[in-house]
Each structure stands twice: as structure tokens, then as C-alpha cells.
């Protein structure tokens, strides 16, 4: 698992401080970003060849909401890892106060067409020996 803290400022924030709901899919993009840095790739949605990674689908649950100056903790996991996508499950807390959690799935597409690929083998063999 990977994490990375957050720290809510008020460009996150609508007009009574609270934070504004997209924001926290930021958040999450940010720590997937991180989370694929620590894993030797350096630019998470772009590869030397053709592929490029791409936002499938998102699951998200809001539990409780942040608040301006929050200090938060966005969880980045591996769930799942398929030839041409990778699953997240994603989570956010204040503390030890769950604030949102989500399923994020990740497609492989190439980038001439935008149609679905299988990753490239180093990428995946990076991710694949990340889950074990």
C-alpha cells in the first residue's frame, strides 16, 4: 500500500470550507501518480511507446466531508491487475476517520487510437512484482 498526505488548502474548498467533491478524485490521482514514482515510472499516464493510461471507471463513496487545513492520508492499493488495466481501490483519512474511498480502474490505451492495449510487459512486470 502506498500513501501519500494531503493537506486541504482553500482552492480545495467551496465557500464554507468544506472540501469540494471532485477534489478528492484529485487527491487520488495524485497518490496513484506517486504510487507509480515509486515504482520506477516516472510520467504514471504516459510510456515510451504507444500507450498511455486512462481513467476507466471510478466507484467513489463519500463518508464524511473534509474540511479546509485537514491534514489527509490518501491509500493508494494494487486490487487487481489485468493485461490492459490496473484496479485501485483508493481511500482518504483524517486520522484514523475514513473521509472517502473509491475503486479506480485504470485502462492501457493507445494513444493514436485511444482503443484498449495490453500494457507494456516492463510496466506490468514492475506492477506485477509490486502486488506480490
Do not use: W
Not at 500500500?1 to 470550507?17: H, K, N, Q
Not at 471507471?57 to 491509500?75: E, F, Q, W
Not at 490492459?84 to 472517502?100: K, M, T
Amino acid at each position: 500500500m502506498f500513501e501519500l498526505p494531503i493537506r486541504v488548502y482553500i482552492e480545495d474548498t467551496d465557500a464554507g470550507g468544506i472540501v469540494y467533491y471532485v477534489n478528492y478524485l484529485k487527491f487520488m490521482e495524485r497518490a496513484r501518480s506517486e504510487h507509480f514514482r515509486e515504482l520506477g515510472v516516472p510520467k504514471a499516464a504516459l510510456f515510451d511507446d504507444d500507450a498511455l493510461f486512462v481513467v476507466h471507471s471510478a466507484k467513489v463513496n463519500y463518508r464524511r466531508p473534509a474540511m479546509l487545513d485537514d491534514l489527509l492520508t490518501v491509500r493508494s492499493e494494487l486490487a487487481k491487475i489485468g493485461r490492459a488495466y490496473v484496479l485501485f481501490n483508493q481511500s482518504i483519512y483524517r486520522g484514523d476517520e475514513l473521509i472517502c474511498d473509491a475503486e479506480i480502474k485504470v485502462a492501457s490505451v493507445a494513444q493514436s487510437t485511444m482503443k484498449p492495449i495490453a500494457m507494456p510487459p516492463a510496466f506490468h512486470n514492475k506492477l506485477t512484482q509490486q502486488d506480490n
